[in-house]
């Protein structure tokens, strides 16, 4: 399908004994951002590598942006951050985006440079070098290198580990923009609470295999009930919103006073604990 980013059948990954990713089936649309979750060790790198074509899987085939994984041509269309890199200390950040810039063989580098420094907030630090960075600047490095060339489709492994809240929120505001302009996003995270901001769905992986995958409403399901807050505490009542006042009403007749009434929400957070201990 031309409106396909990505369509990924039955992928598998074994390492020896391990298997790092199994049966992995999915798809993703164009323009759609993707949260792949899991806890560590449950494939999601490897199966980011495999979809930018640095892994060949042992199992499965895969196409991103309508060519087979693995395509040269492709991977100039793609942007990646990967989850553990290191640039070389004694390079200005500016000079690791030349650099990028040259094996990409874009034009207009010295422009394009300046407009990623600009998205990840570098632009003062660009000709700083590699060494004096903090671990969140290196991190921001990296994404800024993905931006280059305007890519079709990133693919961001574990974007924030480094960074404080500050820049956490810099690149959840980041993938708003790139989402506004039609870029797809596949984002890997083991914060639920980004993904749950900036995505439109998620697929929960662990072992290696997809326990869930759907919208994050879908996954959390219908907020059911409401928390009450009494005199001795918040006590929670599984009524449907309609019957809210009433509830009220009846407490309140029974002699009880009333600080606070909220919608009962499960988080993400406590969905995805519930699929991984399933599983
Ligand atoms: N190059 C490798 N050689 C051997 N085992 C690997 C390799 N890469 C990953 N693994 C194993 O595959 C599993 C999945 O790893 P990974 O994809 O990095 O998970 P995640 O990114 O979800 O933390 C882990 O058990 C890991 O130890
Ligand atoms: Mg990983």
């Not at 407009?115 to 660009?126: M, N």
């Not at 994404?143 to 809240?165: I, N, Q, Y």
């Given at each position: 399908?031309?409106?396909?980013?990505?369509?990924?059948?039955?992928?598998?990954?074994?390492?020896?004994?391990?298997?790092a990713?199994?049966?992995?089936?999915?798809?993703?649309?164009?323009?759609e951002?993707?949260?792949?979750?899991?806890?560590?060790?449950?494939?999601?790198?490897?199966?980011?590598?495999?979809?930018?074509?640095l892994?060949?899987?042992t199992?499965?085939?895969?196409?991103?942006?309508?060519?087979?994984?693995?395509?040269?041509?492709?991977r100039?269309?793609?942007?990646?951050?990967?989850?553990?890199?290191?640039?070389?200390?004694?390079?200005?950040?500016?000079?690791?985006?030349?650099f990028?810039?040259?094996?990409?063989?874009l034009?207009?580098?010295?422009?394009?440079?300046?407009?990623?420094?600009?998205?990840?907030?570098?632009?003062?630090?660009?000709?700083?070098?590699?060494?004096?960075?903090?671990?969140?600047?290196?991190?921001?490095?990296?994404?800024?290198?993905?931006?280059?060339?305007?890519?079709?489709?990133?693919?961001?492994?574990?974007?924030?580990?480094?960074?404080?809240?500050?820049?956490?929120?810099?690149?959840?505001?980041?993938?708003?923009?790139l989402?506004?302009?039609?870029?797809?996003?596949?984002l890997?995270?083991?914060?639920?609470?980004?993904?749950?901001?900036?995505?439109?769905?998620?697929?929960v992986?662990?072992?290696?295999?997809?326990?869930?995958?759907?919208?994050?409403?879908?996954?959390?399901?219908?907020?059911?009930?409401?928390?009450?807050?009494?005199?001795?505490?918040?006590?929670?009542?599984?009524?449907?919103?309609?019957?809210?006042?009433?509830?009220?009403?009846?407490?309140?007749?029974?002699?009880?006073?009333?600080?606070?009434?909220?919608?009962?929400?499960?988080?993400?957070?406590?969905?995805?604990?519930?699929?991984?201990?399933?599983?």
């Amino acid at each position: 399908m031309p409106d396909d980013a990505i369509v990924a059948h039955a992928l598998a990954k074994r390492y020896g004994r391990i298997d790092a990713v199994q049966d992995l089936t999915l798809r993703v649309a164009r323009g759609e951002c993707l949260g792949f979750l899991g806890p560590n060790g449950a494939g999601k790198s490897t199966a980011v590598k495999i979809l930018v074509g640095l892994v060949r899987p042992t199992g499965g085939d895969a196409e991103v942006l309508g060519k087979p994984v693995g395509d040269r041509a492709t991977r100039a269309r793609i942007g990646y951050l990967p989850e553990l890199f290191r640039y070389p200390d004694w390079l200005a950040a500016r000079e690791v985006l030349a650099f990028h810039a040259r094996l990409l063989r874009l034009a207009g580098a010295a422009h394009e440079i300046d407009v990623v420094l600009d998205e990840v907030g570098l632009r003062e630090r660009a000709g700083d070098r590699v060494g004096t960075f903090s671990k969140g600047m290196q991190q921001r490095l990296g994404l800024a290198v993905a931006l280059l060339g305007s890519p079709e489709m990133l693919f961001l492994d574990e974007p924030t580990s480094a960074l404080d809240p500050v820049g956490r929120s810099d690149v959840r505001a980041l993938i708003e923009r790139l989402r506004a302009r039609g870029t797809t996003v596949f984002l890997n995270s083991h914060l639920l609470g980004e993904v749950e901001r900036v995505c439109d769905r998620v697929c929960v992986v662990d072992r290696g295999r997809v326990v869930a995958e759907g919208t994050v409403d879908a996954l959390v399901g219908e907020s059911r009930g409401v928390r009450v807050q009494l005199d001795d505490g918040w006590r929670e009542f599984d009524v449907a919103p309609a019957e809210v006042p009433q509830l009220v009403a009846r407490l309140v007749a029974e002699g009880a006073r009333i600080h606070a009434v909220e919608p009962k929400h499960v988080t993400l957070e406590e969905r995805f604990l519930a699929l991984v201990r399933r599983a």
